[in-house]
C-alpha cells in the first residue's frame, strides 16, 4: 500500500552557512560600518545583536535573504522579542523542527475534510499518510502544500 510522511524538518549546516554569509554581508554592508553589530549561531538558534531596533530588524531581513538563498523557508523561524540592554538590542531567531500537535490535527483534519480515499495518521512529529493509489496521495500532496500553514512541509519517505 503506498505511504509517505509529512515532515518539516531544517537543514541545520545550510543555517549556519546563511549565518556565516549575513555575516559577510554584515562586514560589507555601509549602513553597518563602525556599528557594533553581530550573528551568533548556537544550534538550533541564532542570536542577532545590534546598537539599535531597527539595525536588528535589518539584521533578521539579511538573515531571512541568506535562508532563502540557501533554499529553507522562512516560515519555520520563530523570531522572540527584542531585549535591550544598555545600548544593544538583542533578539533571537529560533528554528522549528517537527510538526506540533496541533498543527498535525489540523493537517489530518484537512486531509479527511477533502474525502480523499487516504487514511492520515500522526506519528509523533510527522503524520503518515497511506492509500490504495498513488494518484490520491499526489493529490494530497498538493492539497497540503496550497494551504495555509504556519510552518513548511518536507514529504519524503514515498513508498509504493
Given at each position: ?18 549565518v ?45 535573504n ?25 533578539q ?32 509523533g ?18 492539497l ?17
Amino acid at each position: 500500500m503506498p505511504s509517505f510522511d509529512i515532515v518539516s524538518e531544517i537543514n541545520l549546516e545550510e543555517v549556519r552557512n546563511a549565518v556565516e554569509n549575513s555575516t559577510r554581508e554584515l562586514s560589507t554592508r555601509f549602513d553597518f560600518r563602525g556599528v557594533e553589530a553581530s550573528f551568533e549561531w548556537k544550534s538550533p538558534a541564532v542570536s542577532v545583536k545590534a546598537e539599535g531596533d531597527f539595525q536588528v530588524k535589518q539584521m533578521v531581513d539579511i538573515l531571512r535573504n541568506q535562508l532563502v538563498k540557501r533554499k529553507i523557508d522562512p516560515r519555520s523561524m520563530q523570531i522572540s522579542d527584542p531585549e535591550f540592554s544598555g545600548k544593544n538590542c538583542m533578539q533571537r531567531v529560533t528554528f522549528q523542527e517537527g510538526i506540533e500537535k496541533d498543527v498535525a490535527k489540523k493537517v489530518v483534519k484537512l486531509i479527511k475534510d477533502s474525502k480523499a480515499k487516504v487514511q492520515a495518521a500522526i506519528q509523533g512529529e510527522q503524520v503518515r499518510v497511506t492509500g490504495k493509489k498513488r494518484d490520491d496521495l499526489q493529490s494530497v500532496m498538493q492539497l497540503v502544500r496550497e494551504a495555509e500553514f504556519e510552518q513548511p512541509f518536507q514529504f519524503n519517505n514515498f513508498r509504493d
